[in-house]
């Protein structure tokens, strides 16, 4: 493997930076897009030189962006996102009903085996899929055909599909997750959802064990053992070994289980890494210092790591979308802030250095491992 | 001739550098402006007026001859001067959308 392509999006623009298989020596591309806030950018599984990118702004609305050669140069795609059909009503904060609008795509996730699919998870929450490189856009209409609709809620950041998991093995099995709605999953390509919360417990709720509700912060799967997943909660940290049917607490001896990343390591699905912060009020990490916790037996017990982080004075936030992990040995595993600096550890968590302090802050990182 | 300036997000994301001119048969009103601007510039599509239903985006305004055309039809004439090309018609990013 020759290097990575880390993939970051910022408030006001996106950057890429690049390495060789070391990963100490870094080149920084960017701003591209300036001023626009770029919420995800990720590359195809099936071609790394095929990256798509959400670009949007208050003023401007939504955009998205492809590159073909590597994020070399761009193209703008279409960015019509029509809900199928009347879109109805969601629950407002306050409970009472509200209608359905688009405000941006929170996260694109290219399919495993086409550059030209590829899925888009919008605020207000619903599913779209291209299948012609992101010209076009048709909403995935069965996951809103569910009853369960009208309950979902907007979480602080607005109720948006932040999370789209595509198994591997089986193009029919997508898992989605939406704050505050929870994990829904169909297993016959998209015509059929169903919630998939058994197991989670959220004391915000007036069931604090609702069918929906729950406020999933992020999951994610290692695609060598698909139907195990893993999920950092508004508080708990989750875990799943039957492809989301039932959820058990692996919280175990961390310092704080809010949170709102979670990744699994490339080389071994049993460790996963979390980044904690001290609550839903403080968006900060507990005692100033930021620190990764790892657990190497897929949750329970977990470990700091500190090496080259900050320790004191620390008051930044690591946003749901903002860890990736490369596909070495040992695995590179990255993160940015929300003060703008973008981490690297290519130990496998054990030591930490920062690539850039001072991008705006930080929404998004993805990682490409080059061949 | 019309003169439609834009603001620097959407110059580069047409890539286009100082002003617009489009020519227009037919009434020249804010709508037929901006179908022609959007018809030569498809990438601008959504940015200033929604999908579907074609309205004004909450944070874009429309200038001309020192007057906020905003809150006027879209389907009114717009000003002789515009319509001259003595004067541009601009499409605005209003203060508060950052």
């Known amino acids: ?371 | 001739m019309i003169r439609v300036l834009l603001p620097a997000h959407l110059k580069m994301l047409a890539r286009v550098q100082g002003e617009v001119e489009l020519d227009l048969e037919g009434p020249v009103t804010a709508r037929t402006v901006l179908d022609a601007l959007e018809a030569r510039y498809p990438m601008l599509r959504g940015t200033i007026r929604e999908h579907g239903t074609s309205r004004r985006r909450a944070y874009v305004r429309y200038f001309a001859c020192n007057e906020d055309l905003s809150h006027e039809s879209p389907d009114l004439p717009l000003p002789d001067a515009v319509l001259a090309g003595t004067e541009p018609f601009m499409v605005v990013g209003a203060m508060s959308g950052g």
């Open chain 1, 1 to 371: 493997m020759s290097g990575v392509r880390v993939l970051v999006g910022t408030r006001k623009g996106a950057f890429i930076l690049t390495a060789d298989g070391g990963r100490d020596d870094w080149r920084v591309e960017g701003p591209l897009f300036g001023g626009w806030e770029m919420y995800h950018l990720k590359g195809s599984p099936a071609d790394p030189n095929r990256i798509y990118a959400s670009q949007s702004t208050s003023w401007f609305g939504q955009l998205i962006q492809r590159s073909d050669d590597g994020g070399a140069s761009w193209q703008p795609v279409g960015n019509e996102f029509a809900y199928e059909g009347d879109p109805g009503t969601h629950q407002w904060y306050d409970g009472t009903p509200h209608p359905w609008e688009f405000a941006r795509v929170w996260h694109l996730e290219p399919s495993h085996a086409d550059p030209d699919v590829v899925y888009a998870g919008v605020e207000d929450a619903a599913l779209f899929r291209s299948a012609d490189g992101g010209k076009s856009w048709q909403e995935v209409a069965g996951l809103r055909a569910q009853d369960s609709v009208h309950a979902w809620q907007p979480g602080a950041g607005g109720l948006c599909l932040h999370t789209i998991l595509l198994d591997p093995t089986d193009p029919d099995r997508i898992r989605i997750a939406i704050s505050a709605a929870g994990v829904f999953g169909t297993d016959d390509g998209g015509a059929s959802w169903r919630p998939m919360n058994k197991g989670l417990r959220s004391e915000g709720l007036p069931d604090p064990e609702a069918e929906v509700g729950h406020c999933v912060h992020h999951v994610a799967m290692h695609p060598s053992r698909p139907a195990t997943l893993f999920m950092q909660k508004h508080w708990d940290v989750m875990r799943s070994d039957d492809a989301g049917e039932t959820w058990r607490e692996v919280s175990g001896n961390l310092p704080s289980d809010f949170g709102f990343v979670i990744d699994v390591d490339s080389n071994d699905p049993d460790t996963i890494f979390v980044v904690p912060i001290k609550s839903d009020s403080e968006h900060y990490p507990p005692d100033g210092a930021l620190r990764v916790f790892r657990s190497r037996s897929g949750g329970e017990e977990w470990e700091p790591l500190t090496k080259g982080l900050p320790q004191r004075d620390c008051y930044v936030n690591v946003l749901r979308d903002a860890m990736a992990l490369d596909a070495m040995d040992p695995c590179g595993v990255y993160f940015g802030t929300t003060g703008g600096a973008v981490y690297v550890s290519p130990d496998g968590g054990d030591s930490w250095s920062a690539i850039v302090h001072d991008l705006p802050a930080v929404l998004s990182v993805e990682v490409q491992t080059l061949p």
